[in-house]
C-alpha cells in the first residue's frame, strides 16, 4: 500500500503492528482518557506503549458522542510505522524528505467536507459540543485542549502557507484560543502583518489529518517552507488540498475534521492553564492570547477525533540542518533525549564521528551559542534556536543516544566540567519555563508578549563537549569474539531471551598498546604464565628514596 492517505489508514497499520489498544467501555473524555495514557507512560516500558481508541466517549455533563477518539497515535514513538519505514531507516528517510519537497496537488472535493455546517447551520450539532476534545491534564487544565491539531494560515504579503502545531483551548461552541508559542513562530508573523493592515488573519484547524502532516507540523521550517510539500516527501506522492468553505486556504481533502474561521488581531484573552509536555512537567500558568471565532465546520461523515497530550516530536530537521546547510558531514545524529521524562526535550544529543577533528567538534557546538546569529534565518528548530534547550551535549560514535546509562557513562568519564563545560547567555523566546523569573513578573511580560518592546526573559544553555579528547583505554568487558561464544552457548541452554544494550562486549577507544594486546592473547589461550616470566625479566630497582612518616607519640 502506498503512504497513509488517511488517518484511519494508520491506525489500521497500528492495529497490524499489535500497537493499537480499542477501549470499548464507556470512558469519560473529561477525566479518564488521560489518566490511561499517564498511566502507561510512568507504568510500561517503551516496547509495551500503545496507542489508544476510545470508542464509547462520555463527558462530565452527561452527554455521549458518537465520535471515538485516537489518543496519542503519534506520541508513543511510533515514528517508523508513521513514516512507513525501518526505526533505523527513520532519520534517513527525514532528511531524504527535507532535500526533495513535492508540491501537493488541489483537487475538486475530499472526504473532509462530507459534512458542512456555516452560516445558521453552523450550530446545528452543536458546534465543538459535537466532538469529544479531552480535558488533557484534569485537575490543572482550564477546559478540554486541542493539542495535536495542524493550525494552517498564509502570510498576507507573500500568499506563502504554513502549517503549524499549536494549542488551541475549547472556550465555546464557536470559539477556541490558540497558544501560538512565541514570536519565533511563522503564524505569529503572519498575526502580526495582518494586526498592521487592522485585519483579522484567516485560518483553518486540521484535526486528524495524516500522520506525515503532524510530523512537519511540529517542525519549525524556514519561512515561506510549505509545509504541505513536505508531508508530500515523506509520502513519496502530493498531498490532496480542498479549497476551504468560507477562507481563502486548503486544507487536506482526506483529513477527519477541518474548523475554518478568523483569528482576531483585535482583542486578547486569557487562555491556559495547561500542563506542558509530559508527566512531571509544570503546569503553564494562563496567558493572554488571540482567539479564533469558527465560521465553518467540516467533516467525514465517520469522522474520528485525533487527540494527544502534546505534539509529535519531529526528528531530523537539526541533523540537516548541521550536516548539510552548516557543512559538518562529522555529525552522525541530533536529537532530544529519547525519553517520557520530564525535560527531556531540554537535552539535546549530538553524535560525532570516531577521530573528528577537536576544532570541528567546537565549530559544532558553537552552532548553538549564538541564538540571535544570522546563520538562524529566523526559525527555531536550528542551531542556536532551539527553544527550551537546555543543554546540548556532544558525544562519541559508540555513545547510544537511547540508553541514558551510556550518556551518564559519558559524561562521567571523558568531561572535565572546568574545561568542557561553556555556558552561553540568551534573549529567550520561550515564556513557559518557571525557572527563568516568578511567575508574578512572568506573568507581566506574558500579558504583553505581542509589544514590540517588550523585554524577554535572560535565559542560558550550557554546552558540554563529552567526547574523548584524546585515545582512551579499551571498554572493560570481554572481547566481541567472546562475547558472541558465550551468546550462543546462552541460547543453546535456552536461557531467558536477551535484550542486549550497548555496550555488550569490549572494544578499543585508540590506546592499547600491543604488548598489552600481545598479553591478553596468551592469558585467553591459558599462557599467562609466560607473561608473568617476560615480565620478572623486566623489573626495576625503586631508586627513589622512601616517604617520610612523622613520628607517633606513644601514650605511656
Not at 179 to 186: E, L, T, V, Y
Not at 293 to 315: E, F, L, Q, S
Not at 359 to 365: A, D, F, G, N, Y
Not at 452 to 464: F, G, K, T
Request: proline share 8%; with cysteine; charged share 25%.
Amino acid at each position: 500500500m502506498a503512504y497513509y492517505k488517511r488517518l484511519r489508514e494508520y491506525l489500521e497499520a497500528l492495529d497490524k503492528a499489535g500497537k493499537l489498544l480499542t477501549i470499548d467501555r464507556p470512558m469519560n473524555k473529561d477525566t479518564q482518557l488521560a489518566a490511561m495514557l499517564y498511566l502507561q507512560e510512568r507504568g510500561l516500558s517503551d516496547e509495551q506503549h500503545k496507542v489508544f481508541l476510545f470508542t464509547n466517549v462520555f463527558d462530565s455533563r452527561g452527554n455521549r458522542y458518537d465520535i471515538p477518539v485516537a489518543y496519542a497515535a503519534l506520541r508513543t514513538g511510533f515514528g517508523d510505522i508513521a513514516l512507513k519505514c525501518r526505526p533505523e531507516e527513520l532519520r534517513e528517510k527525514v532528511l531524504k524528505a527535507y532535500a526533495n519537497p513535492i508540491p501537493p496537488r488541489l483537487v475538486a472535493q475530499g472526504p473532509v467536507q462530507e459534512v458542512v455546517y456555516t452560516g445558521d447551520r453552523l450550530l446545528e450539532k452543536g458546534g465543538m459540543d459535537e466532538f469529544p476534545v479531552p480535558v488533557t491534564h484534569p485537575g490543572w487544565d482550564g477546559g478540554p485542549i486541542m493539542a495535536a491539531s495542524c493550525w494552517v494560515t498564509k502570510d498576507p504579503d507573500t500568499g506563502a502557507r504554513n502549517v503549524g502545531v499549536y494549542r488551541s483551548h475549547v472556550y465555546a461552541r464557536d470559539r477556541l484560543g490558540i497558544h501560538m508559542a512565541g514570536p519565533h513562530r511563522d503564524i505569529q508573523t503572519h498575526w502580526q502583518k495582518c494586526r498592521a493592515k487592522g485585519i483579522p488573519l484567516q485560518a483553518a484547524i486540521v484535526v486528524g489529518g495524516p500522520p506525515n502532516l503532524t510530523y512537519v507540523g511540529t517542525a519549525s521550517l524556514p519561512p515561506g517552507t510549505d509545509e504541505y510539500a513536505l508531508a508530500g516527501a515523506f509520502a513519496g506522492e502530493p498531498v490532496e488540498l480542498v479549497k476551504c468553505k468560507t477562507v481563502d486556504l486548503e486544507v487536506p481533502a482526506n483529513a477527519e475534521i477541518v474548523l475554518e474561521g478568523e483569528l482576531t488581531t483585535e482583542e486578547l484573552e486569557l487562555e491556559g492553564p495547561h500542563g506542558e509536555g509530559g508527566a512531571g512537567e509544570y503546569l503553564s500558568m494562563g496567558d493572554m492570547q488571540p482567539y479564533f471565532t469558527i465560521k465553518c465546520i467540516t467533516h467525514r461523515k465517520d469522522a474520528i477525533w485525533y487527540a494527544t497530550a502534546r505534539g509529535a516530536p519531529t526528528k531530523g530537521l537539526l541533523l540537516k540542518r548541521l550536516r548539510e546547510d552548516l557543512n559538518m558531514p562529522h555529525v552522525l545524529a541530533a536529537s532530544s533525549i529519547d525519553s517520557t521524562a520530564p525535560g527531556s526535550l531540554s537535552v539535546i544529543l549530538i553524535k560525532i564521528k570516531k577521530h573528528t577533528d577537536p576544532k570541528e567538534v567546537q565549530r559544532t557546538l558553537d552552532a548553538f551559542a549564538e541564538p540571535d546569529n544570522a546563520l538562524d534565518e529566523g526559525y527555531a528548530n536550528v542551531p542556536g534556536k532551539q527553544i527550551g534547550t537546555t543543554y546540548i551535549i556532544a558525544v562519541d560514535e559508540d555513545i547510544d543516544l537511547r540508553d541514558r546509562d551510556m550518556l551518564w557513562w559519558a559524561l562521567s568519564s571523558r568531561v572535565q566540567p572546568h574545561r568542557d563545560f561553556r555556558i552561553v547567555r540568551y534573549r529567550t523566546k520561550d515564556l513557559k519555563n518557571p525557572s527563568f523569573l516568578p511567575d508574578s513578573e512572568m506573568e507581566k511580560i506574558k500579558h504583553n508578549q505581542f509589544h514590540p518592546n517588550v523585554q524577554l526573559p535572560e535565559a542560558s544553555r550550557v554546552l558540554i563537549n563529552a567526547t574523548c579528547k584524546w585515545p582512551y583505554p579499551p571498554v572493560c568487558m570481554p572481547a566481541k569474539k567472546i562475547m558472541e561464544e558465550g551468546l550462543a552457548i546462552w541460547q543453546e541452554l535456552g536461557l531467558a531471551p536477551l535484550k542486549l544494550r550497548e555496550p555488550w562486549h569490549g572494544y578499543e577507544l585508540g590506546h592499547f598498546p600491543r604488548q598489552f594486546a600481545e598479553d591478553a592473547e596468551r592469558a585467553v589461550r591459558g599462557e599467562y604464565y609466560k607473561t608473568s616470566e617476560m615480565r620478572a625479566r623486566k623489573r626495576v630497582k625503586i631508586d627513589y628514596p622512601p616517604l617520610e612518616f612523622p613520628e607517633v607519640q606513644k601514650d605511656k
